[in-house]
């Protein structure tokens, strides 16, 4: 069985992430814009959706870093259960990169700079799960709002936005640089306000039921 697990995007994760953000969008960002904000974005926090075989639990091989003592503790890693295995511990072969999603605080504003799911896994919670990830994220940096900016056409992103009571307070004007299309500035609500809290809370509670026994969130 296939399940899916975010956790912390890495530098070895890029190549896999500009693969699955050609397939999302019209103008990627340079490999180099990943390097950047991994490694000089203090304040940025980048995540991935990894699709991982269920035996990538137990089918260890020793690596360079784990010979000798090293594999014994690499193995009783491997086989905890999957609900508690370190997204460390699994091993590159086993997973693939299908989604990513990015953000970064800029004082109590948090700006969510990037989000995709490869295209056959659309329709199934995956993304959204990314973006939920991300206000937590932001929640735990202590954004106090969250913004965005969208395609005007780009309807299913404006929709997941809307789910969690986004909503929209500007335009940009010819924003996207391939086609001339105008950007909606979208943003939340207040992030501690009740409102936001209850949505959230409400939302949460059926993505986790929806993706409950498939996907988990290792950040
Ligand atoms: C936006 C994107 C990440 C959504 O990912 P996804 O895995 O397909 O979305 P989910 O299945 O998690 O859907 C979550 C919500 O988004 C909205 N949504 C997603 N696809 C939709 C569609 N085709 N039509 C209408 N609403 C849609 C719905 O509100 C949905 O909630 P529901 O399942 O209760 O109806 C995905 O479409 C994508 O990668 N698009 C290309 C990249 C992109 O446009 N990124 C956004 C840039 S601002």
Redesign the pocket.
């Known amino acids: 069985m296939t399940r899916y697990i975010v956790r912390p995007m890495r530098f070895e994760d890029i190549e896999a992430v500009s693969e699955v953000e050609r397939?999302?969008?019209t103008t990627p960002w340079p490999t180099s814009a990943y390097r950047r904000e991994l490694r000089d974005n203090r304040m940025g926090r980048y995540i991935v959706l990894t699709e991982v075989q269920d035996n990538a639990t137990v089918d260890v091989e020793p690596t360079a870093e784990s010979n000798g003592g090293g594999v014994r503790r690499a193995v009783g890693q491997f086989l905890r259960p999957f609900s508690r295995v370190a997204t460390s511990t699994i091993p590159r072969s086993k997973e693939r990169i299908v989604?990513f999603?990015g953000m970064w605080l800029m004082l109590d504003e948090a700006h969510?700079t990037?989000?995709?799911?490869?295209?056959d896994?659309?329709?199934?919670?995956?993304?959204?799960?990314?973006?939920a990830t991300l206000l937590d994220l932001a929640m735990e940096m202590g954004a106090r709002r969250v913004t965005?900016?969208?395609?005007v056409t780009?309807?299913?992103?404006?929709?997941?936005?809307?789910?969690y009571g986004f909503r929209e307070e500007g335009v940009r004007r010819r924003y996207y640089s391939d086609n001339n299309e105008d950007a909606l500035i979208m943003w939340s609500d207040r992030l501690e306000a009740p409102e936001f809290q209850t949505r959230y809370r409400e939302m949460r509670a059926?993505?986790d039921e929806?993706l409950s026994g498939i996907a988990e969130v290792h950040t």
């Open positions: 397939e999302c969008f989604g999603a969510v990037t989000i995709g799911v490869k295209r896994l659309r329709g199934q919670g995956l993304g959204e799960l990314l973006f965005l900016e969208v395609r780009n309807y299913s992103a404006q929709a997941l936005y809307r789910k059926a993505l929806r």
